[in-house]
């Protein structure tokens, strides 16, 4: 990637993305062969007391958890109150769509109907601007951030740089302008990455989700001081489903769907309190807040 970098003083403080989408343990797309959109209320919910547990974690700390949550529609319309919680709890409320569907498998109208469906019911139960999109599966490429742009979105955070994975998407970043991790794209849209970790030519996904279930708890802390040490910044996600090790089993969910889904959730809750732990000397902002301090360094 040849895109002009502004590079920020190393006397700037750590900071640290904590990012949540926020979707129910049966509408991953692991689990979509058993469970289709058209079965998801008949289904036992989890999503309402995984996301009050995480919640709850995120204000047990001194040091200010502020994150941002990318609320599924279909989730927003049938528990408004969460929504709300969540931002009167200073968090950013943030789209994940409204269905779930890969975009880049959506018709382009319908596309353009999940983005605005979700951005203004979000917008109507917070009564705050809603400036952030993430796709889901990070099913994002250039023409489908377009239509993000012009949906009325300031910034999308659905690119992934690690190529290995079949569902996630790509987006072409050779003439991005680089400010901290941000890529102010053509159009004027601006691209929060997942954070990876580059070692010997090669991504390695450390962002998050299943990884952050997968590497032992020191292994992956040293990766993140290594991007923070390289960046200045970390963007990290999960899903409240990755809390519940109590949830329903799908015996027929076997292979490596089965065991992306269920690996070590009796584990992730501790390894993020630990996670806090050991980078308290990190600020934690929203996505938005971070994109605005970028703004106000670049300008001085």
Not at 37 to 61: F, G, K, M
Not at 182 to 190: C, D, Y
Request: contains cysteine.
């Amino acid at each position: 990637m040849n895109f002009e970098k502004r590079i920020l003083p190393r006397h700037v403080k750590k900071t640290i993305l904590i990012t949540v989408d926020v979707e129910d343990w049966y509408q991953v797309e692991n689990l979509r062969p058993w469970f289709p959109p058209d079965s998801w209320d008949s289904v036992t919910s989890r999503v309402e007391q995984n996301t009050h547990r995480l919640l709850d974690l995120l204000d047990a700390y001194d040091h200010k958890i502020s994150a941002t949550f990318f609320v599924l529609g279909w989730v927003a319309l049938r528990y408004p109150a969460l929504v709300r919680e969540i931002a009167q709890r200073g968090h950013e409320v943030a789209s994940h769509g409204f269905g779930h569907m890969l975009n880049n498998r959506m018709k382009k109208d319908d596309l353009i109907d999940d983005l605005q469906r979700s951005k203004k019911m979000l917008e109507d139960l917070t009564g705050q601007l809603v400036e952030g999109y993430r796709a889901p599966s990070f099913s994002v490429d250039d023409d489908i951030l377009k239509l993000i742009r012009e949906c009325g979105y300031r910034y999308d955070s659905s690119y992934n740089s690690f190529e290995r994975h079949g569902r996630y998407g790509t987006i072409s970043t050779d003439e991005a302008i680089q400010n901290g991790i941000a890529l102010q794209m053509a159009g004027g849209i601006e691209e929060l990455p997942v954070s990876n970790l580059s070692l010997a030519g090669q991504t390695i996904p450390w962002g998050g989700g299943g990884y952050f279930r997968f590497f032992p708890p020191r292994i992956f802390a040293a990766g993140v001081k290594r991007i923070l040490e390289r960046g200045n910044a970390y963007l990290f996600y999960l899903h409240p489903w990755e809390i519940d090790p109590d949830q329903p089993r799908v015996p027929e969910a076997r292979g490596l769907s089965g065991w992306r889904h269920y690996l070590n959730l009796d584990k992730t809750l501790p390894r993020l309190a630990n996670f806090f732990e050991r980078f308290r000397y990190c600020e934690y902002r929203t996505c938005s807040s971070y994109l605005k301090q970028l703004d106000v360094t670049r300008i001085r």
